[in-house]
């Protein structure tokens, strides 16, 4: 199933099912979470583009969050006084293209 943006949806819709159940959406309507939601009368609407605006800010690539995880990691050890692990160490083969003799440092 696809949403439209230019399609309201109750929070029941066949559509929204995917993203969490009835009472989620309930719950951060009351918690001020989740997409824009619009009431009429009664009854609870959200636009599709709401919907899709707010599921690309939650967006993460695998890469840009594996490399920000390694880099607080790093971080955090050399704050903490923890040994660097290997392999987030220079290597010797490193040392040697930087033009630098691991053996005589």
Same mark, same amino acid.
């Given at each position: 199933?696809?949403?439209? =943006? *230019?399609?309201?949806?109750?929070?029941?819709?066949? !559509? @929204?099912? =995917?993203?969490? $159940?009835?009472?989620?959406?309930?719950?951060?309507?009351?918690?001020?979470?989740?997409?824009?939601?619009? %009431? #009429?009368? #009664?009854?609870?609407?959200?636009?599709?583009?709401?919907? @899709?605006?707010?599921?690309? $800010?939650?967006?993460?690539?695998?890469?840009?969050?594996?490399?920000? %995880?390694?880099? !607080?990691?790093?971080?955090?050890?050399?704050?903490?006084?923890? =040994?660097?692990?290997? #392999?987030? #160490? $220079?290597?010797?083969? *490193?040392?040697? @293209?930087?033009?630098? *003799?691991?053996?005589?440092?």
């Amino acid at each position: 199933m696809r949403i439209d =943006p *230019d399609v309201f949806y109750p929070p029941t819709a066949p !559509e @929204l099912r =995917p993203f969490g $159940a009835v009472q989620t959406f309930a719950r951060w309507r009351h918690e001020g979470r989740g997409p824009a939601w619009t %009431k #009429s009368g #009664s009854r609870v609407l959200y636009q599709g583009v709401d919907w @899709l605006t707010w599921l690309e $800010a939650r967006r993460v690539s695998t890469a840009e969050t594996t490399i920000t %995880k390694t880099a !607080e990691n790093a971080t955090e050890n050399a704050v903490r006084g923890r =040994p660097v692990s290997s #392999s987030n #160490s $220079a290597s010797a083969d *490193d040392e040697e @293209l930087e033009g630098g *003799d691991a053996d005589t440092l």
